[in-house]
């Protein structure tokens, strides 16, 4: 059996879904400030995370949700995920974003399973808070090892994709340590780097 794990957020989708939702509060550039910064590994992913989120307090969750189900997915996403399964893998997304994005994503793209951050709401509005799996820089990887333990693949046949900082813990983990369109932290990590956005260059390298 072989693995491969995805980051979600400017890796399967083009962009970052918080900064979406926050384009519909008028605050993107506040917001993308803040993440680009995160995943540079200029700030602790966890803060950042909690900052970013509260900015969005207020915002309707039923809004939220239809903005998170017509997100961009990354050129050849698709067809590399179903590429992947024909060739043995089990393919899994890693998302410091949020379910309400990765849920739809996984129907329309096929990956297996997802594991994201949940957005709080009261009163059919987003309260500014947020819990889940992929709270901190750590998360991916911490989660990473469980699932190699469940489904007893080694990190020697598995592969793991991203752009940002919060991706390195996860290459840990990995024989294959893909940086696509990555910023210069990952980079740095990786041992196989894609720098055109489609997603179908990662096919050469299964």
Known sequence: MKLCVFDFDSTLMDGETIDFLAKEYGIEE??????????????????????RVGFL????????????????????????????????????VFSGGFRIATTPAKALLGFDADFANVLHVRDGKLSGLVGGDMM????????LKRV????????????????????????????????????????????????EKDMRNLLKFI
């Open 30 to 51: 506040k917001v993308s400030a803040i993440t680009e910064s995160a995943m540079r590994g200029e700030l602790d992913f966890f803060e950042s995370l909690t900052t």
């Open 148 to 195: 190699q333990e469940l489904l007893r693949i080694s990190p020697e046949n598995t592969m793991a994709v991203g752009d940002g900082a919060n991706d390195i813990s996860m290459f840990e983990r990995a024989s294959k340590k893909v940086a696509f369109c990555a910023k210069p932290i990952l980079r740095n990590a990786a041992n196989i780097v894609i720098d």
């Open 136 to 143: 901190f820089g750590f998360s991916k990887g911490d989660m």
């Open 57 to 92: 307090k207020g915002l309707d969750a039923k809004k939220a949700e239809v903005i998170c189900a017509n997100l961009p997915f990354m050129p050849g996403a698709k067809e590399a995920i179903a590429r992947l399964k024909a060739n043995g893998y089990t393919v899994v």
